[in-house]
């Protein structure tokens, strides 16, 4: 389950990057892809308060998934 839940992660972090780097045109996609974002991220951890930066990458033991949050 946990590999299905960071591939659903990653998907849509794609997305909202692919989102980002085209002009970020359309708001409202933006906000529905960040509100599934933090959907499938709580379902993996717990995160408390609001979600303000992530960062996904390869690195040397594999993905690396960098949550900064808000009070």
């Not at 299905?4 to 359309?26: C, K, P, Q, S, T």
């Not at 599934?36 to 390869?58: C, M, P």
């Amino acid at each position: 389950m946990n590999l299905e839940v960071m591939e659903g992660i990653v998907e849509i972090h794609n997305r909202y990057r692919e989102w980002a780097l085209g002009g970020r045109e359309d708001e409202y996609l933006g906000g529905a892809l960040l509100d599934q974002l933090k959907e499938h991220l709580t379902t993996f951890i717990h995160l408390d308060g609001d979600l303000t930066s992530l960062k996904i990458a390869k690195g040397g033991s594999g993905l690396e998934l960098t949550i900064l949050r808000g009070n």
